[in-house]
């Protein structure tokens, strides 16, 4: 079946680097769009970033632009997020999401789990 | 900036119906997609296109939009659907970026 399995969470001082992936199944990768989607405790969903298909496109939200890479490898079906000059608001669960059209963005179809990401010193 | 507004609460009793509402400027050219996410869980689809549900939605969910204001209606609602549900759509300004709603808790009881 379909599935998105995120992981390399985990606790960073602020001012730190960190990179998370993503494993897709089930679907060809190589002709979907990916995005990364937040959520701070107790707070609602925040979109960060989406990468075209081919990666030729790259497009991100304010609170993340400049900071924030998204990538992706589709030999290996896998999507990144490099996260660096991490801030204590960045703390929240990251999730990677499959676009749910060809030719994104526009929305999401498929979840991963997520994987949290705490930013503390 | 882009922003989409819901109410912050609604409740209901096990078989009323809720709705949900969402608006913005963008959504007179745009629907916006709807998710479900339940406590602890990763946000599910339950409409998109205008009114589509994916496979396994019930039936009960339906979208409605009327010039910048979108409804979510969940008709006979059941305990199940208790949960946060947001609204969903990219910036029509062209710089393609992703906007949630400020999300809206249901209760059913």
């Given amino acids: 079946q379909v599935q998105l399995v995120e992981s390399g969470g985990g606790v960073v001082q602020p001012g730190g680097s960190l990179r998370l992936s993503c494993a897709a199944s089930g679907f060809t990768f190589n002709t979907y769009g990916m995005h990364w989607v937040r959520q701070a405790p107790g707070k609602g969903l925040e979109w960060v970033a989406f990468i075209r298909y081919d990666g030729s496109k790259k497009y991100y939200a304010d609170s993340v632009k400049g900071r924030f890479t998204i990538s992706r490898d589709n030999s290996k079906n896998t999507l990144y997020l490099q996260m660096n000059s991490l ?35 | 900036s882009y922003e989409l507004t819901q109410p912050p609460s609604v409740s209901v009793s096990p078989g009323q119906t809720a709705r949900i509402t969402c608006s913005g400027d963008a959504l007179a050219t745009k629907y916006p997609y709807w998710y479900q996410q339940k406590s602890g869980q990763a946000p599910v689809l339950v409409i998109y296109e205008d009114s589509k549900r994916p496979s396994g939605i019930p039936e009960r969910f339906s979208c409605s939009n009327s010039g910048t204001v979108a409804t979510l209606t969940i008709t006979g609602a059941q305990v199940e659907d208790e949960g946060d549900y947001y609204c969903y759509s990219t910036d029509s300004s062209g710089n393609h970026r992703g906007v949630f709603g400020t999300g809206t808790k249901v209760t059913v009881l």
Avoid at chain 1, 91 to 99: E, S
Avoid at chain 1, 109 to 115: F, V
Wanted: glycine residues 8%; aromatic residues 12%.
């Fill in chain 1, 87 to 121: 801030r204590v608001e960045d703390t929240a669960v990251y999730y990677c999401a499959k676009d749910i059209v060809v030719v994104g963005p526009e929305a999401f179809d498929i979840w991963g789990q997520g994987t949290m990401v705490t930013v503390s010193s």
